[in-house]
């Protein structure tokens, strides 16, 4: 005779509760899909007909490529100063014994915290005068105060699970510091590494408020579909959208493949 | 109060944790399941306590049927391996939290608290927070706690497991004190033998989820039914001999006689290692045989012996030591090395 | 031989070589972050007048927007909190197959852009939406339901754009209660749902009051989604703060709106981590 497994309502509502928020949150992504293969040139849903058109009117309009183009650069760029920056930047505040360390390490969370409006108005006020808006690496320099604090965070989580003595092991054998760094330290942190430079990237991708502020005529990506949503809805931007969520999902899939989880612990510190 | 269990089966996927045990606990027995870890011991506590449901079989609790009854109507007390306290709770609120849940008025709680940490010796403690105390006194709390209701049953999950040894031989002592004094039918969980056989009255071995053998500590120690647990019990020296008409032909020994009626053909004899007497000691010993010297190991009140046999296998022995004994042989040394056949146990094939 | 002197000297060394490490970060944390935001703030008492605070927090039609401000924020944060418990304890409880799942499910969306999905929002809630276009064709309304440039809109845009900062922390906590405790007080005699109130839940506490400050701070400084869901009805500090310097240009104003929001947000988020200390058993 074989024993029933127990069932239980609490389990049951529990998972259909968590069911629907999930549906809740996929269902602004999921929606975009078949708009952006609309063959209505308008809003319509369902969609009467299928078509490419869409993506065919982003690859051929110079304004999107443009905006495309300068978002990558400026994310990238963003990545390299955030992770050149917030990587040794993680060593200081996890290693420091120094009294005031406690209070750098807020100042380098404090941009999380203080509402981007503020911040852009007031790189707004100082980048006009430096003639720095309308630049995109103007507007990357801002999105690395942005990028910092996910650095400093998932590479800080990292660092403290990560054994000193291994490094006063290395320096025993003979091999001087920046080898040991090299060597021994940062072939260890990879996961909380990749998972940063891919925050870095993304958060400065999809970034708008700063953008809006400082990059003036020469438009980002998401300025542009800001733009073009306050004129007029067209499923351009659905296309976009959609592959916007693509490259995010490829991102995630890359990250969890080889970031082991110190995704999930960035924002759950 | 006394406890069944009957042909219990538990597949996780295509491994079987439990391949049909049979065990019964007598009325106020402490009973210890020993085994290595993977042997199906904390999936047969998890299926006596009620966190695991058997794919097969029952478990009867004072002859009732509770294989289906969640953990809260079983009425078990048990001692988690990291103790399970609740950290947001003081020592007494831990204490009092399983006669809350069974509605006592307040007065009684108050009075049945009192007295079980007054039992642990922990009377002042209970206004501390868990973390505040140190790793005996934590045990002793989950202790308190598992038994304040009066359970019919005390489930301990290898609860000495954390602790350092001097500390570890004090509680267990006092575990024992405690379970005799309340007569509690008790199943405690362990890894390590010298514990089950400091506080059992009986110990079930268990390997790859079944139970290999079950009896008193000397008994198993003595006369073990397996290989298995004559390996895992104790130290041994496990010879094979061929038998015939009576007498075993033992590689390095010679013959051994054998009381008693067994098959002829190739047999495993057990010899534990202060069954072994050495050098002049061994003069009058019935079996004899010659031994090399590989390795001497110092204890104390005892030294052990490595000792290759003549045209036979590695033994072996440990010899008592007083403080006037000459110091034991050295490696290399060649001496005789004999036994008495009443000191063998046959293994019984299997 | 090593002397106490020598220790201290090495140590020293150490300590200069970390803080050389982090100098470059915090030189641009300086520069670009914490020199800008001063002096914005600064220029709220410019000509040594509050006159520009007083209009902020006097003024009824602003303080209006503060109190708008904060009630949004409120209500998006217990919003929150409600859809995120399940969805954490759910988490914390599924298998390796089901986390992973979940995790992407809340991953995916937090971080694709918050234009993308405002923008989703307006395809699924507009008049001519995904939404009530169904409701009609199935003939369950006559006339479109306001859903869109409403506080409904703007409380369904911001509540799906918060909702991974709340649930992350929950679950993290639930993750570090041991599941030992509530096989534990099953044992002794507690049904799940008490085992559940008495236990698990006062141990994941740190995590509601991490969530809430996190998702109440960020509601508070929300700009684009009330700026496109809201359609100019939900007016949020932000957007004020924004018009002043664009339409008005009247910075030392804009100035004084950005000092009470970031006080407003400071004040919050600290009187929030205070209570969080105090549930801080769960890790211990």
Known sequence: MRHPRRFSVGNFLLASSAGLVFLFLMLPLLVVFPISVSSASYLQFPPPGFSWQWYQRYLDDPGWIDATIRSVQAATLCTVLAMGLGVPLSFFLVRSRLAGVRVLDRLAAAPIIVPTIILSIALYGVFSRLQLIGEWYGVAIAHTVLALPFVVILVGAGLRTFDEAQEQAAAGLGAAWPRIIWRVTLPQLRPSLISAAFLAFISSFDELVLAMFLSGASMTLPKKMFDNIMMEIDPTIAAVSVLQILLVGLCLGLTSLFGRGALTTTITR | ?350 | MSSPGDSRRTLARRELGLFLLGLPALLMLGVVFAWPVLRLLSLSVEGGTLEHFEKATLDGLYVTVLADSLKIAAMVTGICLLLAYPVAVWLSRAGRVGAALGLFALLLPFWTSVLVRTYAWLVLLGRNGVINRSLRDWGWIDAPLPLLHNMGGVLIGMVQVLLPYMVLPIYAALLRVDPDLSRAAEGLGAPAWRSFLRITFPLSLSGVSAGCALVFVLSLGFFITPALLGGGRVIMISMLIEQQVREFLDWPFAAALSTVLLAATLVIYALIGRLTRGGRHATS
């Open chain 2, 1 to 350: 109060m006394q406890l069944s269990v009957k042909g219990v089966v538990r597949r996780f996927g295509p491994v079987a944790a439990l391949g049909g045990v049979d065990l019964d606990v007598a009325e106020g027995e402490f009973l210890t399941i020993l085994g290595p870890s993977g042997s199906g011991k904390t999936t047969l506590l998890k299926t006596v306590a009620g966190f695991e449901i058997p794919d097969e079989g029952a478990v009867l609790l004072g002859g009732e049927d509770v294989t289906l009854s969640p953990p809260r109507r079983r009425d078990m007390g048990m001692v988690f391996q990291n103790y399970a306290l609740f950290p947001h709770m003081t020592v007494a609120q831990n204490v009092a939290f399983p006669l809350e849940m069974r509605r006592r008025p307040r007065e009684e709680i108050t009075r049945r608290v009192e007295e079980a940490l007054r039992l642990v010796e922990l009377q002042a403690f209970g206004e501390r927070l868990p973390r505040q105390l140190s790793g005996g006194q934590q045990q002793r709390v989950a202790l308190a706690r598992a038994v304040v209701f009066g359970p019919r049953l005390l489930l301990l999950d290898e609860p000495f497991g954390a602790l350092d040894r001097k500390l570890r031989e004090a509680l267990q002592l006092e575990v024992r004190r405690l379970q005799r004094r309340l007569r509690l039918t008790t199943l405690f969980i362990t890894h390590d033998q010298e514990e089950a056989l400091i506080m059992s009255d009986r110990i079930a071995v268990m390997e790859r989820g079944r139970i290999e053998q079950v009896g008193p500590p000397a008994e198993l120690y003595a006369r073990p039914a397996t290989r298995f647990v004559a390996d895992f019990l104790g130290e041994s020296n496990l010879l094979e001999g061929s038998l015939l008409d009576g007498v075993a032909q033992v590689p390095g020994f010679g013959g051994v006689p054998l009381a008693g009626a067994h098959p002829p053909g190739t047999v495993t004899l057990l010899l534990r290692p202060e069954a072994l007497r050495l050098a002049t000691e061994a003069e009058a010993a019935p079996c004899q045989g010659l031994g090399r010297v590989v390795e001497t190991i110092f204890l104390g009140l005892s030294a052990k012996l490595r000792l290759q046999m003549d045209g036979g296998a590695e033994v072996l022995a440990r010899i008592p030591l007083r403080p006037s004994s000459p110091p034991p042989a050295s490696e290399g040394a060649t001496m005789l090395v004999g036994f008495s056949p009443e000191d063998v146990h046959v293994v019984p094939r299997g």
